[in-house]
């Protein structure tokens, strides 16, 4: 089912006690029932933060990586099944972070994907362009190809599981965000891209967020966008009254 969804990546901010006001902060404020709350949070506040949206409405709790391989001598990784075993629905996989500060690619963000949904969590696959290649033009090959290498190859059901979020790169922690119509033009083209590859009914079902310098002063025009099903939002989601003003754009 298409939903609308703010999804807050907290990165590797908060310490365990700020970041459980945080997501209690927001429980606790006015927000409307149709809107899917999701906190991305670092691994040392998964279970705790878990702990405190498992029985609320609507409000869940999302991993920010996890390891390809089901388990074994990787010091240091987690495995999804780890994520999946306190309950955790949801984890975040590609975002522009990962791929440059820890050169992960298409191919190897794809092996993520899979064996995520093969336990079970629900994927927040992002995607984006750098600046050079917004202004070369190319944004939309890009953006497809990462897209195609990475999910096409999932059955419908398990596509049917993800989530897309379009982060373009030179818009994260700037200050610049994408223009709406910015916004629009690249999920449109996700959307028919979806439709081509599984059909109308996945693609009119899948969730696309817009994620970059997303505010409570911008979200309500990027959300107005038809192919715009909500944010992933990253410092402004570190604030419980910002988070809950563009939870209320939705
Ligand atoms: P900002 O909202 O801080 O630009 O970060 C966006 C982001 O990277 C979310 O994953």
Redesign the pocket.
């Known amino acids: 089912m298409r939903r609308k969804i703010a999804a807050g ?1 907290w ?1 590797m901010n908060t310490q365990i006690q700020n970041g459980l006001d945080l997501a209690q902060a927001v429980l606790e404020g006015e927000r409307p029932n149709h809107v899917h709350i999701i906190f991305g949070v670092p691994a040392t506040h998964l279970a705790h933060v878990q702990a405190v949206v498992r029985n609320a409405n609507q409000v869940f709790c999302a991993a920010q990586n996890c390891h390809q391989a089901e388990s074994g001598a990787y010091t240091g990784e987690i495995a999804a099944s780890m994520i999946a075993a306190i309950g955790v629905q949801y984890v ?1 996989l590609g ?3 990962r791929r440059d500060y820890f050169g992960e690619n298409d191919q190897l963000i794809a092996k993520k994907v899979k064996t995520a949904l093969a336990n079970g969590l629900h994927p927040i696959y ?1 995607c984006g362009e750098k600046l050079p290649v917004r202004e070369a033009g190319t944004h939309i090959a890009l953006v497809s190809e990462q897209i195609e290498e990475a999910l096409f190859s999932l059955s419908e059901d398990d596509f049917r599981k993800v989530i897309i ?1 379009y ?1 373009p790169v030179w ?4 200050g610049v965000t994408a223009s709406p119509e910015q916004a629009q033009e690249m999920h449109y083209t996700i959307r028919q891209m979806i439709t081509g590859a599984y059909g109308q009914s996945v693609a009119n079902d899948t969730s696309i967020l817009y ?4 505010k409570g002063a911008n979200a309500a025009e990027l959300f107005a966008q038809p192919d715009v099903d909500g944010g ?6 570190l604030n419980a009254s910002e988070f809950l003003t563009i939870i209320n754009a939705l």
Do not use: D, F, P, R
Request: proline share 0%.
């Open positions: 990546n990165k975040i975002h522009s972070e992002c979020a982060e818009a994260i922690g700037t994620g970059g310098s997303v992933l939002v990253g410092g402004a989601a």
